[in-house]
């Protein structure tokens, strides 16, 4: 008799079709499964924070999903060799052949990818399993840590820079959208009320991890050493900008720290982040590629083909999903039929003084669930709080590398500033749930409760952080506004290595019509 978690863990691995294929020209079983692994895990009991990562597949019988474990111990025994194994493909093609143990599994389909059972009811998935998927979360509203959480341990270093740099994208963000509003940039967003999926998040990753971000993730960067005088100089779009002054401001990029230019179009990152993974596993490099998305992301095709191309290809990818309930003005109600924000782990107060509050969407649920129709794990995690993203973010890299496969983590945070300055968020959503989340509900505030509990920040800290990089960005702002831009052949400048005849003439002609109306360009771009 099979343990219903061994039975499950059986059935995913069947269900990977390079695995069944060689299992069944090849070898067997034991060779992959050692018989120690299923031994050991079987009987250990789950811990909290496994426990939310969503299994690829399900069993019919068991609509709540069982529990894959997951821990060094266990990842260092299975390394996911793919291709190493013995015998018995017949007993993999039996368990995957049947969902149902009451119909003769002798009369079944023998379909590519594995036998498919006939039953003679009709049957309709159904559009739910009925229950939402929990929100892991560490730290209580008060910074306390709740009883009985998993999480992974921080060292005062490490804590007090994810700290600082919450604090300090928080501060960047301020001087640049006021610069923006003085008419000294043309273009700015913030990461206002997400600065723990930044921070954390990076902490949680290797340097060799590539980054393939939306727009909103600055905070990776300000983690890697990338300085405050280099956004600047990106924003001001000068001659020491990275991208030579012809991205808008904040599409940020550094191939020095592995973070892939930003670019405008939404989700378009997505499959080139599987492509990119895909090309590391090749490599057997031991790192992953990490990428970001919001929750309007997800309406679009390309997080589709991108959640498929990686299951496929197993590609060792982490989809981060920041699902702060208004993409850029589009309540999730209107997105998509996944609305709750307030899950069983998340015992607050009603959120939103909107008719439309997540509490009384009684549908389908989110982003997480999405990962499972294309066989990834997933995890719902609490956006706002630093710790339970650190955990999360760490587990899923380790679960991508070393199991080289994709996980989709879906953060629920909520963007308390406006989309960008050419936004007013006050059109759409009701000024007092800005206020709340913003006051109630700051990952920056959680965080600093929980880090001075522990004797490792101060009043006095705070103070001198605060003080010390107000001067700095202020200064960076200046030298960046000084800098001269860069010259116009920059415009054509980077395609071709021998530029052709109507680039050639599109260059002359721009140059004589700058000469013929000197008053309508800027003076300060050198000829």
């Given at each position: 008799?099979?343990?219903?978690?061994?039975?499950?863990a059986y059935v995913w691995f069947a269900k990977s079709r390079a695995i069944s294929h060689h299992l069944n020209r090849e070898v067997g079983?034991?060779?992959?499964l050692h018989q120690k692994f299923w031994t050991s895990s079987c009987s250990r009991h789950p811990s909290s924070l496994s426990s939310i990562f969503i299994p690829a597949g399900i069993h019919e019988d068991h609509p709540t999903p069982h529990v894959f474990p997951f821990n060094s111990s266990i990842t260092t025994r299975f390394s996911l060799r793919r291709f190493k194994s013995t015998k018995a493909a017949s007993q993999l093609e039996q368990l995957y052949s049947t969902d149902d143990d009451d119909h003769d599994t002798s009369q079944a389909l023998d379909f590519p990818g594995g036998k498919v059972t006939y039953i003679p009811e009709m049957r309709f998935l159904s559009e739910s399993n009925g229950k939402r998927v929990p929100c892991y979360r560490v730290l209580d509203d008060n910074g306390e840590i709740i009883r009985g959480s998993d999480y992974e341990q921080l060292s005062e270093e490490v804590a007090v820079k994810i700290y600082s740099n919450m604090v300090s994208l928080q501060m960047m963000d301020t001087v640049f959208y006021e610069a923006q509003r003085q008419g000294r940039i043309s273009f700015y967003l913030t990461s206002t009320g997400e600065e723990a999926i930044n921070i954390a998040s990076a902490a949680a990753l290797s340097a060799d991890d590539i980054i393939l971000p939306q727009y909103r993730e600055p905070g990776i960067l300000?983690?890697?050493?990338?300085?405050i005088q280099e956004f600047a100089n990106q924003c001001f779009g000068n001659k020491d900008d990275y991208g030579k002054g012809r991205q808008m401001p904040i599409h940020y990029g550094s191939k020095k720290h592995n973070f892939v230019t930003v670019s405008s179009p939404i989700a378009t990152q997505l499959p080139?982040?599987?492509g990119i993974a895909?090309?590391?596993k090749m490599d057997k490099k031991d790192s992953c590629v990490v990428t970001y998305t919001g929750d309007g992301g997800t309406s679009e095709g390309d997080f589709h083909a991108a959640l498929n191309f990686a299951a496929v290809t197993?590609?060792?990818?982490?989809?981060?999903?920041?699902?702060?309930?208004w993409a850029i003005s589009t309540h999730i109600s209107e997105q998509f039929r996944s609305t709750i924000?307030?899950?069983?782990?998340?015992?607050l107060p009603v959120l939103f003084s909107s008719t439309r509050s997540p509490l009384l969407q009684l549908t389908s649920d989110g982003i997480v669930v999405r990962g499972r129709a294309y066989g990834i794990r997933s995890i719902?995690?609490?956006?706002?709080?630093?710790l339970a993203v650190y955990s999360a973010i760490h587990a899923a890299r380790e679960m991508a590398i070393s199991m080289q496969r994709p996980v989709l983590v879906e953060a629920l945070s909520y963007r308390a500033g406006h989309h960008s300055t050419s936004d007013d968020s006050t059109k759409y959503r009701p000024v007092d749930e800005i206020d709340y989340w913003k006051k109630e509900r700051n990952p920056v505030n959680r965080f600093r409760k929980w880090v001075e509990r522990n004797g490792w920040w101060s009043e006095e800290k705070e103070s001198e952080l605060r003080s010390s990089f107000k001067k700095q960005l202020l200064q960076v702002i200046q030298v960046a506004e000084k800098t001269e831009k860069p010259p116009l052949k920059y415009l054509f400048s980077d395609v071709y290595d021998i530029p052709p005849p109507n680039l050639c003439e599109q260059e002359k002609q721009l140059r004589e019509t700058i000469h013929a109306h000197p008053q309508d360009y800027p003076s300060d771009v050198p000829l």
């Open positions: 008799m099979f343990h219903p978690f061994c039975y499950h079983f034991m060779g992959i300000l983690w890697r050493g990338f300085t080139q982040a599987v895909y090309s590391l197993e590609a060792p990818v982490v989809f981060i999903c920041r699902n702060n309930g924000l307030i899950t069983s782990l998340l015992p719902r995690v609490d956006g706002n709080d630093a």
